[in-house]
């Protein structure tokens, strides 16, 4: 990354005022304002990197089962919210560079899928924001993906993503050669912190939805917060 970091993404695409991992959250988010959106990518039954955040269907579609077994003529026919499908990854990236917005692209494979998932979207990564002017951070909790991700693209930024940073973490940042630290708000240890702010290493927090849990963070020097509320986070705080 070779520019400040924008202090918000909106989490999952949309955050909670649109269908988590829909190309309407993400048009949404950059009509409030946002600079930068963090979504999900797992393959499909047919090998199609998609959006999406679990391992089935339920929760987030009007469908039922495994993603990484459901072929793409019935993963592409759901309803995944207001009536918008279930997104390819290049159409996301594609929108994300019409709309001139930094991409957190979270390697989210299926149990046992790592490394095809990794593989499949780290080269289409740099396909697709080929000649880019505003390139895109890739991240995972799978540090397998993240060494496939290292290792076939690697100019692409990458964030390795604990839910609890474990007490290596900075070995595994230099081995995975990655650019920042991205952990759960909650479980992010003042030492932690300040052995990041030490390294020069940013460090992004998810998922943060209360202005003053967000000012306590960055007073405390964390670079950029993940958040679903894009509703209190507008422009003005995002900007200001
Ligand atoms: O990438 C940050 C955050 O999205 C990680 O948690 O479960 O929402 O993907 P999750
Ligand atoms: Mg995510």
Not at 5 to 27: D, V, Y
Not at 38 to 49: A, H, R
Not at 175 to 203: G, K, T, Y
């Amino acid at each position: 990354m070779h520019r400040p970091l924008p202090r918000w993404f909106a989490h999952r695409g949309g955050g909670s005022l649109a269908p988590e991992n829909t190309l309407a959250g993400i048009r949404l988010a950059a009509r409030l304002g946002f600079k930068a959106v963090e979504f999900d990518v797992m393959l499909s039954g047919d090998g199609t990197p998609v959006l999406i955040h679990d391992e089935t269907l339920e929760r987030t579609t009007n469908g039922f089962g495994r993603v990484c077994t459901t072929s793409d003529d019935i993963l592409f026919a759901l309803d995944a919210g207001w009536g918008e499908s279930i997104p390819r990854f290049a159409d996301a990236a594609n929108l994300c560079r019409e709309l001139g917005l930094l991409a957190n692209v979270e390697i989210k494979p299926s149990l046992g899928q790592e490394i095809e998932t990794a593989e499949r979207v780290a080269k289409l990564t740099v396909d697709l924001w080929q000649g880019a002017f505003v390139p895109p951070l890739l991240s995972s909790f799978s540090l397998t993906a993240l060494e496939v991700a290292r290792d076939l693209a690697p100019d692409i930024a990458r964030g390795v993503l604990y839910e609890s940073v474990p007490a290596d973490w900075m070995a595994e940042l230099k081995r995975l050669r990655a650019f920042s630290l991205h952990c759960d708000a909650d479980f992010l240890p003042d030492d932690i912190l300040a052995e990041a702010q030490a390294n020069v290493v940013p460090v992004l927090c998810y998922t943060v939805n209360s202005e003053n849990r967000a000012k306590n963070l960055f007073a405390h020097g964390v670079s950029a917060l993940f958040t679903d509320r894009l509703d209190l986070f507008g422009p003005d705080v995002i900007n200001g």
